[in-house]
């Protein structure tokens, strides 16, 4: 069973725009939460990630939001450009495993 | 410097064959993970190697499933008596220590097409 789930499916977005993807978790023990880009033939690379003593984190035009009581975290891509066009996955774990629990995936097309 | 590199980029083999899937994992990097990406899916953890011991292999699906790390460093998926449903994108990934917090460098899989 997926322990994290993600939406949209997919989205389309105009060049400027802004892409949000929302996850959700029902796991408590989950203490570490990264969001990573995957190109088409490539493997996964690490975007961003969040741990729950914070509420948000900013990189660059990367943003994770992230809501504790809802287990609810999110991420917004700011002036999104052509080259964010890509499937972006959250992911998962706690602190006394090895592995990453990912969500389904978000295609995100951005039209120029 | 070099990533992770994963042999073969493609694999297309016949139901009830055996095949090996080979990762290279970046230089001095002690963790090595293997993922199953199926198509419009995330990765799904299969096996975590400390060093040449798999010190979690839960994620393995049954026992047609085997990996190996016998020096450390490079490692082999092997999966016997191939099924249809065995066809994924195989991942590799490494990090310089163990821990899902430490950065997980991903190579760009192995594509697996079971006929």
């Known amino acids: 069973q997926q322990q994290v789930k993600q939406s949209p499916q997919s989205l389309i977005v105009q060049k400027g725009g802004i892409s949000i993807i929302n996850c959700a978790y029902e796991n408590t023990a989950f203490d570490y939460f990264p969001w990573y880009q995957q190109f088409p033939g490539k493997g996964p690379a690490l975007l961003i990630a969040?741990?729950?003593?914070?509420s948000e984190k900013k990189e660059g035009r990367f943003t994770i939001s992230f809501n504790k009581s809802a287990k609810q975290f999110s991420l917004h891509i700011m002036d999104s450009q052509p080259g964010d066009s890509a499937t972006y996955f959250c992911a998962a774990s706690n602190p006394h495993d090895y592995k990453l629990s990912f969500g389904a995936g978000t295609t995100v097309t951005v039209r120029a | 410097g070099a990533g992770v590199s994963q042999t073969p980029s493609n694999k297309v083999t016949e139901k009830g064959k055996y095949v090996e899937l080979r990762c290279d994992p970046i230089?001095?990097?002690?963790?090595l993970y293997w993922y199953r990406q199926s198509l419009g899916q995330g990765p799904e953890f299969l096996i975590y190697?400390?060093?040449?011991?798999?010190?979690?292999d839960s994620g393995l699906p049954n026992d047609r499933f085997f990996a190996v790390r016998p020096e450390g460093s490079v490692s082999t998926l092997k999966i016997q008596r191939t099924e249809r449903g065995d066809s994924a994108v195989y991942l590799c990934?490494?990090?310089?220590?163990?821990?899902?917090?430490?950065?997980?460098?991903f190579g760009p899989g192995t594509r697996l097409l079971v006929l």
């Open positions: 969040i741990r729950p003593d914070v």
């Open positions: 190697f400390q060093g040449t011991g798999a010190a979690d």
């Open positions: 230089s001095g990097h002690t963790a």
């Open positions: 990934a490494s990090s310089f220590a163990p821990g899902a917090r430490e950065t997980q460098y």
